[in-house]
C-alpha cells in the first residue's frame, strides 16, 4: 500500500455545503482549513496549523493595539462588499483609529450547517483580498459549525494587533475645547446599501457600501501633523456619525456643535432615508472616520485626507465646545437648532 | 429631492421667520396646537421653535398614532403572539410601545413572541401566503392615513379567502380626537390651555378632505390652517395662523393646497366605507374613551377580523401613575412637567408611549430639544 | 401623522402596482388607491401605497409665494445690512 | 436642568432579557459594556471604552504569540463550568501550547435576542474569574445581538496575546522519531459532562468538565527542562486525544504507538462512553494536553507535571516512531494492535 | 464496569490465544464469518485479529444494520423529510449513509431537511407530542433487537391516538439473512466462499434465542457459536468454533449463557407479532431482494405506518458502479479487494455503506486494521 | 447487531420506567420489555430499553472457566518462560 495523500478526494466547493462534519475538529475539519483557509489566506503563520501564530516583536519603544470585532451582518453579500471584506475591514479600522499600524489578524468562524461552500469559498476570498489590500495577514483561526437554526450563515470575528509608535495618544477621551471635528467623507451609504436588499423594504439604488480599510489615510494623516495634534480617531459603524460624536462628548465630558450643511451626504443616500424614515446621521459606515484636531492643523488634515482616496470628500463638520451636559448639538440646514442624541434603541425603520 | 428639498430651504425659513416676527404682536401670545406627530417631527428635527419668537409657542397635539394606542391594545397584539402562537405583523414604531407586565412587543419577541416588522400592509399578507400553517394577524394602527392600505388587505384577503389571515383594528379619526380637545373641561370651560389656533393634518388631510374641519373652526370658533409636514410649510401655517388671529378669523385655511383640496381621495373613502364601520366608542391612550372615534371591521369581513376570530376581549388597563402622557396628549402639559422626564423616562426605557415614537412629544423633545431647557453655554 | 414623501411614478406595473423614483431610489408600491396615476406624476407615497397626488402646480404656487417673500426679504435684509 | 448620569435606570439583571437594542450601538448598548463587562472585567484598557486597547511591548527578544477560538457549545452552563470560563482557557491554553505567556485577551460576543441578562451576567463574571485566575486580563471586546432564531444563546470568540521566549520552538513538526508521548492527566471528561445534559441523552454522572487554564502547567514544565527538549505541546480539545496525536504525526512526519492501559480515563467517563458508543480517545478535554518530549527529560517531566495540580495524573502513554504513513497505532489493553484513526466525520453517540 | 471489564481481560486473552493457535490446526483453515457488526467492531477495536494465527480468519457478515439499508430506503426517509416537510427522526448511526442525487440524511439536513437524531424510539415519541402541527415520522432500522422498542412506540401511539406519528419501518431479520448467504451460489455451489462457521449474534439472540439456528446447522452443516460482544466472548466463540470443526460437528452452541436462552424474550417476541408482520420479500444493500427477511407494520396500525400514510412506493437504486459492499457483505470479498477503498471511498467521503458505520467492514478496516496492509517499519 | 450493555437496575419508576446503574452513570430507560426486572438485576439496554436479562450465575460460570484457562495458561507460560 502506498502512502496516501490526507484527504483523498478535493473539498466539493461547486455543490457542496457545510455539514456538522466540519466543525468536529476531525479530518473533514482540518481539510477545510487546509484547502479553503490555508490556501486562501496564504502565510507561513498559518500554514504551520499549530494551536496559535509566532509573531515578531514591534519595533522598540512601540507599543502593542490590540482590538476585535464581531460581524454579523444579513445579507452576507451586500452591494459593494460582503461579510469576508467586512470583517478585515472593522478590525483593521479599529486599530488603526488608534494611531497603529495594523499587522496581524485573527480570524474565528461560525458557520451554519447548511452553508452553501461556494459562497464560503467567495466569502474567505472576498477576505483574504481585503487583507492583502490592506497589508495585513491573517495569521491565525478557528472555525466552529452550527446546527442549521442556530446561526445565520456565517458569523467572522476577527481581532487584530499593530503597533503604535513612541509617545502616540489618540483616544475618546483627548477632544478639548476648541479642537475641529472632521469627517473624512459622505456618510450612510453602507446601512443604506445593506437595507436595500432587506426583505420587506428592498429598494433600488446605485448606493454601494463604503466598507473600505482606513490605515492608509490614518497613516497619512498622522504623518501630516504634529504629534498630539490628532486628538481622536473613530470609525463611525453602528449607531452612525451621531453615535460615534455622543461617545466622545461622553469620554472627553465636552460638547460638540455641528454644522448640518457643511456634513457629506449623497442624494441617494439622503432619498433612501426619507423613503424609510431614517436619519443618515444614524446610519452605519465601514469605510469613513472621524477625527478631533487641533484647530491650527484641521486645515492641513483636510487637506491630506481630501488627496487620499479615501477622503477624498472630507469635510470639517463641527467643533468642540465646552459643554458639562456632553450634548452634541446641530445648526441645522434649516437655521434652527437642534441635540442630536445617541441612537436610541435599533434604527427601525420610521413608518408612521 | 423635488418637491422636498425645496420646502426646507434655509433662506427662505429666514425670511418667513423675520415675517413672523414682525407679524405676531408683542403684548399677545399665540398657542398654536399642532396636531399631528410629523408636525411635532418636523419641529424638532429642523430646530424650527429656535426661529419663532418667545410669545408663539407651540403645543404638541395627540395626532401620533403610536403614543395614543392604549395598552390594553397592545396586550392584545403581544397575546395574539404569546398566547394564540400567531405571526403578528407591525409597523416598527410600535416596537418599544410599553405595555403591561414590563413588556413591549420587543420584549414580547425576546421571549420568543413571532413579531415581524413590516413596511406595508401587503408585507402581512405575503407572511400569510408563506405560512399556511400559522396564524397571521396584520397590527393596524394609525389615523386615516393608514385605514385604506389596511382596507385593501382585508379586501384582498377576503377575495383570496385566505384562511389564516386577520387583522386587529386599531384605527383611529382625527376629527373626533380634535374636537375631544376643545370639548375637555380644560381647554372649554377653565380655559387653562388657552389655544389660539391648530396646524391641520397633512397627510390625514390628503385622504378625507379640508370639509371636515370646517365645523369645529366655526362651532369653537378656532382658526385651522392645514400644513405639510416640511418645515416651510410649518412656518407657513404659523404665519397663517398669525394673521387669522391677529384679524379675529377662524377659518379653515389649506397650506398644503398641493396635496390636500376639500373633498379628499374619494375612491380611498368608499373603500374604507366599504370595509370598515364606526365603533360606539374607543380607549385612546391620553384622552379615555371616545365617542366614535376609531373604525372597526365590518361584520362581512369577520373572518378575517382578529378580534372576532379569536374572541378577543378589551381590557383596558392603566398608565404608569405618574406618567403625564395623557395631559400631553391633550396639550395640557409640556414634557419637562412630567416628574419621570429624563429621569426614569428615556427612549431607552420609555414609561409613556410619548417617549416612543420621535413624532411622541416626550421624545422629540428629549432627542431634540433639550439643549432648550439648560443654558447654552457658549462655544 | 405618517410619514409620507411625494415621488415621481416612473413605470406603471401589473396588479395596480408602480415604481416610484425619489432622488434615483427606486421602489414598487401599490397605486390601488390613485388608480389615476399615471407616469410622470407625482404621488404621495405612505406604507407602500399612493395616497394622493401631488398637484404640481399648486406646488410651484406655493413655491413661488415663498420667493417672493425671499426677494421681499432680501431686500429688507440689504437695507437691515445696511443699517448695521 | 442638572448635568443627568449617562443611563438612568441601571439594566435589570433579574428579569431583563437581551433584545435587538443592546446590539443596535447605541445607547443601550454603550450601558451593557459599561453595567456588565466593564464592570466585570475591569481594568484600565477596556475602561477607557476606545475602538483598541493599547498594550505594552514584550520583553527585549521575546516574540508575540496570538491565538483565536469561536465558543459555541450548548448547554452553556455545563457540569464544571461554562461557556465563560471556557472561553477564556480554550484560548490562553491555544496560547500556552506554543509555549509562550500568555497576557492579554480580547472577547467578542453574539448574543441571541430573548437571552436572559441575568444568565449572561452569570456567564461574564465566571469569564472574569477565569481570566483572573489565569492571570490575563480581557482588554477589548465587542458584543453583537442576532434575532431570535440565528443564534444559539451565547457564542463567545476570545483572542489571546503572549510573550514567547527567545529562542523557543514548540510546534507540532518538532515530533521525532524516539520521543516520548505524555498526556497531563485522564481524557474524556469535558466531552461527557457536557454530553450528559444533551437532550435525549440525559444520563446522571458526577464527571464534571475538566475546562482549566494550563498556562501555569506549562511554564513550571518548561521551567524544568532544557529548552528545546518539549518538542510538542497541544490542547486535546474537539477530536479528543485521537485527533491531536494524527496531528501532530502529519505535522511531523512521524508515526506514534500508543500504549492503551497506559492512558488515564476515569472509569464513570469510561462507563458513560460505553453507553453512548463512544471512544474516550474522541472526546474533547478542555483542561488537557499533550506533551511530545526527547526520550532523557521525559521523567524529570512527568514529575514535574504530576506536582502541578493541573497535572496529577500526568501518564507516559506512548512514543513517536519512523513511520511514512504517519499512523498513531495502539497496542491495545486486550493485547492487540491497531490504527488509532482521526476523528472521522461528528462524533455521533453510536446506536447500533 | 461489572460484566463488562472482565471479559476484556488481556491476560486472560493472551491464555485464549495461547488456546487457540494450540488448537488450530496448522494445515488447516479456519473461515468463521461473525455475522454481527458488533463482533466486527469488537475484532477491530480489541485488535484481536493480531492475537490469532494466520489459518484462522474472520470473514465479515451482512450484520450491519446501517451497511445493509438500500439505497432506496434512505431516500425514502430523505423524501419524508424534504418532500413531506416531516421531522424525520433516526439513529445517529444512519446520518451518514450515502444516498440517491450525492445526499446523506446528513447533507439532507444541511439543507434544510429536519432530521433529528434520536438515541431511543421513545424520543421521537416524545418530538410528535412535541410538536402537534408537524408530521413526526420515526426511520425504524436494525435486527430483532431495535424491534420490540419500535413496537412499542407504535402501540402507545396507537393507544394516545397521537395523530401526527408514524414509523417507517425497515426492520430486517437476522436468521433470513444467514439462509441467504448460504443458499447464495459463491458459497453453496462454487465454493469460492470456504465457511467454516459462524459467530452467532449476541443481542439478536437474547430476543430470538438460539433455537433458530439450529435449522441451519444442521441442514447446511455449519457450526454456529452464538457468542457476546465482548473480546473474550469473541475468542472463546473462535475456540469453540475451532474445536467444532476439528471434531467435525456442526451444532449450535452458546458462549453467550449469561444473557442468551434457547427461546428468547417471550414477551418481546409477543408484542413484535402483535404489531409486525412479515414482507414477502424486502431489498437489502449487497444481498438484493430476500425473500422473508423484514417486518412491516400491521393493517390494524395503518395510520402509524410512513408507508401507508404518506402511500411510498418503494424505488430501488443500484449501488455505486465499483463499490464492493454487496460481496464484502456475502462474504465474498474483502475491503481491500474494492478499487475504491481508501482512494475514493474514506468514512469522511463513503461511497458504500460499509465505510459507515465503525461495524461496517470497509469502515473498521479503515479506521482499525489498516496497519496490516502495510510493513510495519519497526519503532 | 446492536449496541447494549449490562447495567444494574438500581430503582424501579413509573410507566415501566427503571434507573440503571452503569460504574457509577445512571440512566433512566424502560423495562417494558423486561417486566421481571427487579432492583439489583442486571438488564441488558439497548436504545434507551432492557431487551433481556442478564443471568449472573450463568457470567460467574463462563468468567471462572476463562479464570481456570489463565491458571491453567500461566503454568504453560511459567514453563515456556523457564523453557525460552
Ligand atoms: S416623560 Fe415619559 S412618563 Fe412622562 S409623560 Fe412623557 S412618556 Fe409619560
Ligand atoms: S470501500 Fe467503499 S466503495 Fe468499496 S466496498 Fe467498501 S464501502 Fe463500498
Ligand atoms: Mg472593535
Ligand atoms: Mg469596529
Ligand atoms: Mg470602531
Ligand atoms: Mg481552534
Ligand atoms: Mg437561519
Ligand atoms: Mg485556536
Ligand atoms: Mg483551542
Ligand atoms: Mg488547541
Ligand atoms: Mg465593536
Ligand atoms: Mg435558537
Sequence with gaps: MSIKKDYLRPIDFKTGRIDMNHGAGGRAAAQLIEELFARAFENPALREGNDGAVLPAPPPGHRLVMATDAHVISPLFFPGGDIGALSVHGTVNDVAMMGAQPLYLAASFILEEGYPLADLKRLVDSMAAAAREAGVAIVTGDTKVVEQGKGDGVFISTTGVGWLPPGRRIAGDQAQPGDVVLVSGTIGEHGVAVLSLRESLEFETAITSDTAALNGLTAAMLAAVPEGSVRVLRDPTRGGLATTLNEITRQSGVGITLDEAAIPVLPQVEAACELLGLDPLYVANEGKLVAVCAPDVADTLLATMREHPNGHAAARIGVVTEDPHRFVQMTTRFGGRRVVDWLSGEQLPRIC | MKYIDEFRDGEIAKALATKIRAEAQPDRRYHFMEFCGGHTHALSRYGVPALLPDNVQMVHGPGCPVCVLPIGRIDQAIGLALDHGAIVCTYGDTMRVPASGSLSMQRAKARGADIRMVYSPADALKIARANPTREVVFFAIGFETTTPPTALVIRQAAKENLPNFSVLCCHVLTPSAITHILESPEVKQWGTVPLDGFVGPAHVSILIGSAPYEGFARDYRQPVVIAGFEPLDVMQAILMLIRQVNEGRHEVENEFTRAVNREGNLAAQKLVAEVFELRESFEWRGLGEVAHSALRIRPAFAQWDAEQRFDLAYRPVPDHKQCDCGAILRGVKRPTDCKLFATVCTPENPMGSCMVSSEGACAAHYSYGRWKDIAIVPA | ?84
Excluded at chain 3, 404621495?44 to 401605497?49: K, L, S
Design chain 3, 1 to 84: 401623522m405618517c410619514l409620507a414623501l411625494p415621488a415621481r411614478v416612473a413605470a406603471l406595473l401589473p396588479d395596480e402596482m408602480a415604481t416610484v423614483d425619489l432622488g434615483g431610489v427606486r421602489k414598487d408600491i401599490s397605486i390601488a388607491l390613485t388608480p389615476e396615476a399615471r407616469v410622470g406624476d407625482y404621488v404621495i407615497v405612505h406604507v407602500g401605497h399612493a395616497i394622493g397626488l401631488l398637484d404640481t402646480e399648486e406646488a410651484e404656487r406655493t413655491l413661488a409665494l415663498f420667493a417672493e417673500l425671499n426677494a421681499h426679504d432680501a431686500e429688507q435684509d440689504t437695507q437691515q445690512g445696511a443699517a448695521s
